[in-house]
């Protein structure tokens, strides 16, 4: 069993950077997700395991270091809040085209706009539907509990290096500033520079003797060429579409009608789901922790064994839903419920609005 | 006599020049008479010179100089329009051994990216920069720079740079030699032989300085020209930067061991 603490989601995925055997992190802070940054700056990760934190002079400088670190082979993470990864996408756009790995926490706030410092899902299209500019795709973790902001940690770097791309962890303010038990799993060991430099031949280490040089673009003036690497990114994403889908199924087997959420809106369905059974209907919950890929077959699979409907439950008005919607084609009943702009939803409104939207709607 | 050929002149005993093994063999995809090739070809036969060529990261900028990585014979990244410095900040601390710098036109250094500029010098990030000032956008086809000079013409101040309503020409090089953390601060052009015989002077201390891990950024601007943009035949650009360039961006050492030179 590992150490086990209570501590803030941020800590955790603080924590979690460190003993992932992160190499570099790099920020800048804002509501609701600076304990990050602070936790490291407190932490010396450089004297517990050789890790670098700076406080980048702003979003678009983090992001861009992301892509100077993750491009040399290095474990590079950055997080922030939604204003701050709307800064960010002209990098993340340049990291999927350049195919440079990293690990971007999003720890969503009410928007558009400033918004407020309160938890919110609204930040789903900008993380699943492209956010920045050209045809790419961002693998997206979505944990629900501060356990998971640790234990997701590993396996985004493990995905950004299996995959060559920046990959991202979208939590939201509750998940980011409520305390948990976690436990946290051991140190892993950082790769020395030699174990670097064999492991990832791509990176931009110093041109190797006797070597072709590397060089890390997403420039290619030829459009034929350009062409080709779209559909190389292309065969990629397939490729993660095919290995990396992740979900969780709660009291699905004999339910007639299911609650698709992810991180914060999860938790609360859980509770939601024990509630409708008292009333005796039967529901269940299907956790979405890739929010992309996106868990399409199964719900194709649910609405094939003639489930009744699906109620979309996040904390905006309206983003993965249209997801579920592509997945059902028209041959259920699909809605959607969610309060937004940092009011969270409670569990007995999520039933009720099973009961109206979906069971009598 | 026999006639005598290239072929007879092209001999090793006869070599007095040659092109440093880190250009390409790749035709530049700069206009003729611009500096950029200069400025490249002496950053390399430095980084030749100080046996670091398999210990060198460049970072590209966006700019005519977006394609220095083809040209560039080692490890490059191409960053964002004005980030190089971002990118150059985080190879440096992850691989403090390695050598690195950016290499930027005025739009990226000083206008996009100014603050990646000033705070990767306040900072005093090991890298070095390599600043190319030409007064314009070259790139995008001859637009204002923030270190277009008054009442030069651009493709957006086609009626001459209005300093009332388009600010001054930015002297970011001045700027940044006042902050503690840069150590070496230098302006140079390379339009000459003699120039450019100080210009590599100049590189050679910046990338020295990095390598004798002094603290602070070594910056070198080097004031060049943009034949195209300035719609100018290359030696009349080259006059023109004489006359008009060098007396706004006076050419020497501004700082050097962290000391700014009394003038
Ligand atoms: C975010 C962004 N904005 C604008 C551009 C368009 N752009 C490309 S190069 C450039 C100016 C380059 O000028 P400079 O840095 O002076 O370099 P030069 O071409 O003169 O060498 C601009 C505005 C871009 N590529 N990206
Ligand atoms: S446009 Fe200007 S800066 Fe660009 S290559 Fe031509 S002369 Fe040089």
Same mark, same amino acid.
């Given at each position: ?361 | ?109 000083? =206008? !996009?990216?100014? /603050? ?5 010098? +306040? ?5 070095? @920069?390599?600043?190319?000032? *030409? ?66 002077? =100049? !590189?050679?201390? /910046? ?5 004798? +891990? ?5 910056? @070198?601007?080097?004031?060049? *020209? ?38």
């Amino acid at each position: 069993m590992g150490e086990l603490k209570l501590m803030k989601g941020n800590e955790a995925l603080a924590e979690a950077a460190i003993r992932a055997g992160a190499d570099g992190y790099f920020g800048y802070p804002i509501t609701p997700q600076s304990e990050v940054i602070e936790y490291l700056m407190a932490e010396k990760p450089f004297d517990r395991t050789g890790m670098v934190v700076l406080q980048a002079e702003s979003e678009v400088a983090s992001i861009n270091m992301l892509y100077g670190g993750g491009g040399s082979g290095k474990k590079v993470m950055t997080s922030s809040s939604s204003p701050g990864i709307s800064l960010m996408q002209e990098g993340i756009s340049y990291l999927a085209g350049g195919e440079v790995p990293c690990v971007i926490a999003n720890v969503v706030r009410g928007g558009p706009g400033l918004g407020d410092i309160q938890p919110a899902q609204s930040d789903y299209f900008q993380s699943v539907k492209g956010g920045g500019h050209g045809d790419y795709r961002l693998p997206c973790l979505a944990p629900a509990s501060v356990q998971e902001m640790s234990d997701f940690v590993p396996v985004a770097f493990d995905l950004a290096f299996k995959y060559r791309t920046p990959v991202l962890i979208i939590a939201d303010g509750l998940i980011g500033q409520m305390m948990e038990k976690v436990e946290l799993f051991d140190q892993m060991p950082r790769l020395t520079d030699q174990e670097v430099i064999e492991k990832y031949p791509w990176a931009t280490t110093g041109k190797p003797k006797g070597k072709e040089r590397r060089i890390l673009t997403s420039l290619d003036l030829d459009p034929h060429k350009l062409e080709k690497h779209n559909q190389h990114l292309h065969a990629k994403y397939n490729e993660i579409k095919e290995n990396e889908v992740r979900y969780e199924l709660i009291d699905t087997d004999d339910a007639d009608y299911l609650f698709v959420a992810y991180g914060s809106s999860a938790r609360i369905c859980q509770k939601s789901v024990k509630l409708a059974r008292e009333k005796g209907i039967k529901v269940g919950l299907l956790r979405i922790i890739s929010l992309w890929p996106f868990a399409s077959d199964v719900i194709k699979e649910f609405t094939a064994k003639g489930i009744k409907g699906f109620l979309s439950v996040e904390m905006s008005m309206g983003q993965m839903v249209e997801d579920i919607q592509l997945a059902v084609q028209g041959k259920t009943k699909v809605d959607h419920f969610g309060r937004v702009g940092g009011v969270i939803h409670s569990p007995e409104e999520v039933v009720e609005a099973l009961e109206q939207k979906i069971i009598g709607g | 006599m026999a006639e005598l050929s290239v072929q007879d002149i092209i001999k090793p005993e006869n070599l007095v020049y040659e092109k440093t093994k880190l250009m390409t063999d790749k035709t530049l995809s700069y206009c003729p008479g611009c500096g950029h090739g200069t400025a490249h070809r002496l950053t390399m036969e430095v980084i030749e010179e100080l046996g670091k060529e398999n210990d060198t990261i460049g970072i590209a900028p966006v700019g005519c100089s977006v394609l220095a990585y083809e040209f560039m014979n080692i490890d490059m990244q191409q960053a964002a329009h004005g980030r190089a410095p971002a990118h150059a900040t985080a190879v440096k601390r992850l691989w403090p051994n390695k050598v690195v710098f950016t290499y930027q036109g005025d739009g990226d250094l000083a =206008a !996009i990216g100014t /603050a990646e500029t000033i705070h990767a010098c +306040n900072r005093g990030e090991q890298i070095v @920069i390599i600043f190319i000032n *030409n007064g314009i956008y070259g790139m995008t086809g001859g637009q204002m720079a923030p270190t277009t000079l008054p009442e030069m013409k651009t493709s957006t101040s086609p009626f001459g740079r209005d300093v009332a309503s388009m600010g001054y020409p930015l002297k970011i090089t001045e700027l940044i030699s006042n902050l503690p953390g840069v150590q070496y601060v230098s302006r140079q052009a390379v339009h000459s032989p003699a120039a450019a015989r100080k210009a590599k002077r =100049a !590189i050679k201390k /910046a990338f020295q300085n990095q390598i004798d +891990n002094k603290p602070g950024l070594s910056f @070198i601007e080097i004031v060049s *020209n943009c034949n195209s943009g300035w719609k100018m035949t290359p030696n009349d650009s080259n006059e023109w930067m004489e006359e008009n360039m060098f007396p706004y961006y006076p050419l020497g050492d501004i700082k050097v061991d962290g000391k700014l030179i009394e003038k």
